[in-house]
């Protein structure tokens, strides 16, 4: 009796161990259509996206009728400007590693593919074939003479490169912003590239346990959340991460003290 006993409890191991495994092949594909679910979900429920060519005509459009209307009494506004409850901006979207290569250089490419979704954004350019990958690598080599590397660079240095190799004449680093400061760039039509402490962000995406150090781009808000382009997973784009979290983790390079570092955004403006 204690035979066959033992013969049902050792098949019954062995059947569990079989779906275990089948379980654990497929974990990945059933995450993988779980995350697609949940991202059509939240896509769903985005704000209309507006384009900088929009947001120009719309700029260029009330200028040109406040000057048709002007008069010598000068027009003195005592009420601030009040944001939309939601907006969002249509920014093109690459990650950090287009060709899904996470080795070096690629690991370190969050600034620089950052940079790029916003210039991509102003300039009204898509990431179509292999272009991102190419201009990722020429990014690389731009900084690697300029500053002598590209790993890690703080806000001030990446602001420094947008305007040398870009050639933006303003980019703005802003010391301490307010959720509500961000809003109002994003409503005036101007991503907000975020320095972070990347694991604080919480980001199922991420390879455990998350970059130290990390930067992605803030194109739209709601009520509590603001939208992203999270460069650091090929998932990133219009990822929706709570305003508190993206406050709490928003933290400059400070030579590898991350948890520490001051908090900072960076603003680029298109010239005119």
Same mark, same amino acid.
């Given at each position: 009796?204690?035979?066959?006993?033992?013969?049902?409890?050792?098949?019954?191991?062995?059947?569990?161990?079989?779906?275990?495994?089948?379980?654990?092949?497929?974990?990945?594909?059933?995450?993988?259509?779980?995350?697609?679910?949940?991202?059509?979900?939240?896509?769903?429920?985005?704000?209309?996206?507006?384009?900088?060519?929009?947001?120009?005509?719309?700029?260029?459009?009330?200028?040109?009728?406040?000057?048709?209307?002007?008069?010598?009494?000068?027009?003195?506004?005592?009420?601030?400007?009040?944001?939309?409850?939601?907006?969002?901006?249509?920014?093109?979207?690459?990650?950090?590693?287009?060709?899904?290569?996470?080795?070096?250089?690629?690991?370190?490419?969050?600034?620089?593919?950052?940079?790029?979704?916003?210039?991509?954004? %102003?300039?009204?350019?898509?990431?179509? +074939?292999?272009? =991102? !990958? $190419?201009? @990722?690598?020429?990014?690389? /080599?731009?900084? &690697?003479?300029?500053?002598?590397?590209?790993?890690?660079?703080?806000?001030?240095?990446?602001?420094?490169?947008?305007?040398?190799?870009?050639?933006?004449?303003?980019?703005?680093?802003?010391?301490?912003?307010?959720?509500?400061?961000?809003?109002?760039?994003?409503?005036?039509?101007?991503?907000?590239?975020?320095?972070?402490?990347?694991?604080?962000?919480?980001?199922?995406?991420?390879?455990?346990?998350?970059?130290? %150090?990390?930067?992605?781009?803030?194109? +739209?808000?709601? =009520? !509590? $959340?603001? @939208?992203?382009?999270?460069? /650091?997973?090929? &998932?990133?784009?219009?990822?929706?991460?709570?305003?508190?979290?993206?406050?709490?983790?928003?933290?400059?390079?400070?030579?590898?003290?991350?948890?520490?570092?001051?908090?900072?955004?960076?603003?680029?403006?298109?010239?005119?």
């Amino acid at each position: 009796m204690q035979k066959k006993r033992t013969s049902w409890i050792t098949l019954a191991v062995l059947c569990l161990a079989v779906a275990g495994l089948l379980l654990f092949g497929a974990r990945d594909v059933l995450r993988d259509v779980y995350d697609s679910l949940r991202n059509q979900e939240t896509t769903d429920q985005l704000p209309d996206s507006v384009s900088y060519s929009d947001i120009a005509n719309t700029v260029a459009t009330n200028t040109a009728n406040t000057n048709a209307t002007n008069t010598n009494e000068p027009v003195i506004n005592t009420t601030p400007q009040a944001i939309p409850k939601e907006f969002l901006l249509d920014v093109p979207f690459t990650s950090q590693a287009p060709k899904a290569n996470w080795d070096q250089p690629y690991q370190d490419a969050c600034e620089e593919a950052s940079v790029l979704n916003v210039d991509f954004y %102003y300039k009204d350019k898509t990431f179509a +074939g292999d272009i =991102a !990958d $190419e201009e @990722i690598l020429r990014f690389f /080599g731009f900084e &690697k003479t300029y500053l002598g590397f590209y790993e890690s660079t703080t806000a001030a240095e990446i602001a420094r490169v947008i305007r040398a190799y870009l050639n933006y004449s303003r980019v703005d680093v802003i010391e301490n912003p307010t959720a509500d400061q961000i809003k109002g760039f994003v409503a005036e039509g101007h991503p907000v590239i975020v320095p972070s402490q990347g694991q604080q962000l919480g980001n199922p995406n991420f390879t455990d346990p998350g970059p130290v %150090y990390h930067m992605f781009v803030i194109k +739209g808000y709601t =009520a !509590d $959340e603001f @939208i992203t382009n999270d460069v /650091g997973t090929r &998932k990133g784009e219009s990822y929706r991460y709570d305003i508190s979290t993206v406050m709490n983790a928003m933290h400059d390079w400070n030579g590898g003290d991350v948890e520490n570092g001051a908090k900072r955004i960076i603003v680029m403006y298109p010239n005119s």
